[in-house]
């Protein structure tokens, strides 16, 4: 079995007192000052010759301060079955996009990417489940997957998950499975190609169907589009240099059912469909052996609900247009450690500008699998 540990250590500033407003990710920093959003533990290993056994416990502490303990994964993977097949099982990221599956450790920059938070929700996508994998028969790579899971839960947020009032604005309704259409169903297709001996690209196509809580039928469609190109210097040293484009595309299609006071029970608005859309492109340069520069723009958006609208005491700021441009510098004493400085500026429709500092650092003990490509 390995065993392997993560640290991150995030200190800044902000010209905002409300960080965790300005940055909503679970793992973003989240006060002024010091903060440590992620701290990880890691097992994983050869169960038998058919399946393999991962699992992720995090710790991290939250505004207040307050320890708080998460199994984040825990699944099995098979590592024989014919026709190029591989079964996982158990709670895990759902393969939406190319970034979700990634934890803090292996991300380009200090937080996560705006969409994310306004889509997938603060801890990103995952939930328990299977997923089915099929590696095409093809002279390039090509794979297709296809993810069932519970809609329900804090980390299924665009769904049946605790926090999507956030989204609709009413009162989240209890709904049971009882039946198919009751599930989360997460079906992705990837492909891979050199265009030279130096350019290698990865271009992925996302979705996500299954209900939400605003009301007995209603659903959500989520899709998004993926692209990963890299160069790297046929005469590289340690990787160096190299320059890599990541880009996702995503869109929500959210039905809100009629809504009604949480105080009397009546009905206070009609039903309506929400639509929100967002991207982010980031650009690294890898300029010599353990320095990188990175770059990433993003926006999200979408139309605005009745109920911001009609409702004054509501928070218009969940549902506001943003953007972000942030820079950063990376340097890594070696494989096992890195610093990090970074600058945002954000703009909130409605709210006004901000700009923040982070600094950041990170360390790993013992073993750790590679990122992937």
Do not use: C
Not at 152 to 181: K, L, N, Q
Not at 250 to 275: C, H, K, N, P, Q
Not at 289 to 301: D, I, K, M, T, Y
């Amino acid at each position: 079995m390995n065993i392997g540990f993560s640290g991150l250590a995030d200190f800044g500033w902000s010209s905002t007192k409300d960080v965790a407003a300005l940055l909503p990710g679970d793992h973003d920093p989240r006060v002024r000052g010091f903060t440590i959003p992620n701290a990880e533990l890691t097992l994983d290993g050869a169960v038998d010759p058919y399946f393999r056994g991962f699992t992720s416990l995090v710790f991290k502490l939250d505004d207040e301060g307050e320890t708080g303990v998460e199994l984040e994964e825990m699944y099995f993977l098979t590592s024989s079955l014919p026709a190029n097949l591989q079964l996982k099982g158990g709670q895990f990221f759902a393969e939406f996009g190319r970034q979700n599956t990634q934890h803090p450790h292996a991300w380009a920059f200090v937080d996560q990417p705006l969409v994310f938070g306004r889509l997938l929700g603060p801890e990103g996508l995952r939930g328990q489940g299977a997923r089915l994998s099929w590696l095409l028969p093809t002279s390039f790579y090509a794979e297709a997957m296809l993810g069932v899971l519970n809609s329900v839960g804090g980390t299924t947020y665009s769904f049946r998950g605790e926090e999507s009032a956030d989204i609709h604005g009413g009162v989240p309704i209890e709904r049971e499975v009882s039946g198919a259409s009751d599930m989360l169903v997460v079906p992705r297709i990837s492909t891979s190609f050199e265009l030279s001996s130096e350019h290698t690209a990865v271009i992925g196509a996302s979705a996500a169907f299954g209900p939400n809580n605003s009301g007995e039928d209603a659903s959500t469609q989520m899709y998004a589009a993926d692209i990963y190109w890299k160069w790297k210097s046929a005469s590289a040293y340690q990787g160096f240099p190299f320059v890599s484009l990541q880009a996702e595309a995503m869109y929500r299609r959210y039905e809100a059912a009629e809504r009604f006071s949480s105080e009397d029970g009546i009905a206070i608005l009609e039903a309506e469909t929400l639509g929100d859309r967002g991207y982010y492109a980031q650009l690294l340069w890898g300029i010599k052996p353990r320095v990188v520069a990175g770059l990433r723009a993003e926006s999200v958006g979408g139309n605005a609900s009745r109920f911001e609208s009609e409702l004054s005491d509501f928070d218009t700021g969940l549902r506001a247009d943003r953007s972000r441009i942030s820079p950063n510098m990376t340097w890594y004493p070696s494989e096992f450690s890195k610093f990090r400085v970074q600058y945002n500026y954000d703009y909130r429709r409605g709210i006004g500008r901000d700009h923040s500092v982070w600094l950041q650092f990170e360390f790993l003990l013992g073993a750790h699998a590679a990122h992937r490509f």
